[in-house]
């Protein structure tokens, strides 16, 4: 498995749309999918950086800043990647929406494709995507801080470990009084010291909020249920159609969109798919928040 290709970069075909070019590099070949960087100065990148910008600039006031991309790739589909969109293409035309998760779960995507969470979000166990980026910066500062307070945790405890086995050498090589001691002594800086080095961990985590990652997706949709109130979407019946609309010729739902808006569930517009063959990963976007 093998995520980036060192040395090697996109070459965009002058006019091609994102569509073009995910068709013009299908990976043939490879069992495994992996990352292309895209340049600055690369007309790809404008484009994506257009379309960030676009989508987020309704919802800047909302959120109260923006996104600066500092770093873009592009994934090239794998074996299992073009068997899910030939699997997803019965349900039309893609639609390019945005995902945020932590970086280890992203690259758990990257390996094997998106996976149903185990416990319900508002509207069901599905893939929750944003049309507005802004909308997923919050989900991967979520995973962040839960990365970050485990870490704290761990390190707080080794410390601990680190100095009660530190005091206990002490027991090897000193009397009892000074066994006492030098448990004492060595357990309190061993805990002081985890505190801090969990603290550092802590610290470092918050400043990787600066540069996270989300990922823009092809996303099939198919035919969409739009829900204003949460449910507890359970798709083998809520996705169903009754007797009558089936007999009158319509599809079944594909998936969910949950509209924004001062009465609905959600204040920026959600789409939940409940199938992981429904959503392709196509570029990983390495972002810093802006203030403004």
Not at 78 to 100: C, D, I, K, V, Y
């Amino acid at each position: 498995w093998q995520l980036f290709r060192p040395g090697q970069h996109a070459r965009t075909r002058r006019g091609a749309s994102m569509a073009d070019r995910f068709a013009d590099r299908p990976n043939s070949g490879e069992e495994l999918a992996c990352m292309v960087e895209i340049k600055p100065d690369d007309p790809e990148w404008r484009e994506v950086s257009r379309l960030v910008e676009e989508r987020s600039k309704q919802f800047v006031r909302h959120y109260g800043f923006g996104l600066e991309i500092k770093r873009l790739r592009r994934v090239l589909c794998g074996r299992l990647q073009r068997e899910q969109r030939r699997m997803a293409e019965a349900l039309g035309s893609p639609t390019l929406l945005f995902h945020g998760t932590s970086s280890s779960s992203m690259e758990s995507i990257l390996k094997g494709g998106f996976r149903l969470p185990k416990g319900s979000g508002m509207f069901g166990r599905g893939v929750y995507f944003a049309h507005c980026p802004l909308k997923c910066v919050q989900f991967a500062s979520k995973a962040a801080m839960e990365g970050s307070a485990w870490w704290s945790a761990l390190c707080c405890l080794g410390g601990c470990a680190l100095g009660c086995s530190a005091g206990i050498a002490g027991c090897v090589t000193g009397s009892v009084a000074c066994c006492c001691g030098g448990c004492m002594g060595a357990c309190a800086g061993g805990c002081l010291g985890g505190c801090a080095v969990g603290g550092l961990g802590c610290g470092l985590a918050c400043l990787n909020e600066n540069s996270q990652q989300i990922l823009l997706c092809e996303v099939f949709l198919g035919n969409s249920l739009t829900l204003i109130f949460p449910r507890d979407v359970d798709p083998s019946d809520d996705l169903k159609r009754g007797w009558l609309p089936r007999l009158l010729g319509a599809r079944d739902y594909n998936s969910v969109y949950a509209p924004g808006g001062f009465l609905t569930a959600v204040r920026v517009a959600e789409y939940i798919a409940y199938e992981p063959h429904q959503a392709i990963p196509r570029y990983v976007i390495e972002f810093s928040s802006v203030k403004t």
